[in-house]
């Protein structure tokens, strides 16, 4: 069986397609180290392509303080960008299909209509922006790349907005959560199943496709089910953004169109409530 590296692998998304790759039977995925992954390194990089020759590449590893990088720029820059760019080299010298996890933050979010691949990126955040920087810089290397965007991505894994909620319903009586926020909750182990399923079926339309679960909803509305699929009562209060104010501006609508990963990856993706049931059930 050809090989995978699996860039990222301690992070959430590397949980997950570790969990998902033992369901299917999937002994090909490698998860690398850290201290043999640095993505920042091109001699490591070198050493683990040379060693493994791999057929592909998920590149999981991100910095994802979205706050936090208005501050860090260089740092958010050097991984979002530099390591991406490392990554592309190392696959287009291997022939290895590279796949890399971007983010809804490349947009905007001032329209009110889903966002297809080809719209307009112009993003508001330093997170946002290195991240389309990162997309950016893979085509020149190889054209062998799968670019997929994903958003409010959580699971029973890591740390992430459900099981902050799930901490908080235990403790508070309120939460104040904002609502003027519209997107969509993606379960991580949906997308890790869509990247299984890439390379699985040896898909070759390459390109940037968009991967969150179905349907619309706020961060209010989302806390919202959170507490009642978990059997929490908490009485929750609606806020706009401007009520709590972050050091980096979020777009106020990313909901993303997953048709073309519908038609041309072959995925079935499920409704966000019914992947939060499954996730707060395992929980």
């Known amino acids: 069986m050809s090989s995978t590296l699996v860039f990222g692998a301690s992070g ?3 949980q997950c397609l570790k969990h998902v790759a033992t369901e299917r039977n999937n002994a090909g ?3 690398l180290p850290e201290e043999e992954a640095n993505i920042l390194d091109l001699g490591m990089l070198q050493k683990a392509f040379e060693q493994y020759k791999p057929a592909y590449c998920i590149n999981c590893a991100a910095y994802t303080a979205v706050d936090k990088a208005e501050d860090d720029v260089d740092i958010a820059r050097k991984v979002n960008k530099d390591g991406a760019e490392n990554l592309a080299k190392m696959c287009g010298q291997y022939g290895t299909t590279l796949i890399h996890i971007s983010t809804d933050f490349v947009f905007a979010g001032t329209g009110n209509q889903p966002l297809v691949e080809t719209d307009e990126a112009a993003p508001i955040s330093v997170y946002g922006l290195t991240k389309l920087e990162g997309e950016q ?5 190889t054209n062998q790349h799968f670019i997929l965007r994903t958003s409010w991505l959580y699971s029973e894994y890591a740390n992430n907005f459900v099981k902050t909620m799930l901490r908080f319903g235990r403790e508070r009586e309120e939460m104040r959560v904002i609502w ?3 997107g969509t909750p993606t379960y991580a182990i949906d997308l890790a199943g869509c990247i299984l399923t890439i390379i699985e079926t040896q898909n070759q339309q390459y390109g940037i496709y968009h991967y969150s679960n179905e349907g619309v ?3 209010y509305d989302f806390a919202h089910t ?3 699929l978990g059997n929490l009562t908490v009485r929750t209060v609606p ?4 009520e709590y104010p972050t050091k980096a501006t979020r777009p106020a609508y990313s909901v993303m169109d997953k048709t073309k990963a519908k038609t041309q990856l072959g995925v079935a993706i499920p409704h966000w409530r019914d992947s939060l049931k499954v996730c707060i059930g395992r929980l």
């Open 12 to 14: 959430q998304l590397g």
């Open 180 to 182: 003027d926020q519209a």
């Open 239 to 242: 806020i706009r953004t401007a």
């Open 217 to 219: 909803t706020s961060w």
């Open 29 to 31: 995925l490698i998860f």
């Open 226 to 228: 959170i507490f009642e």
């Open 137 to 141: 810089v893979i085509p020149p290397h």
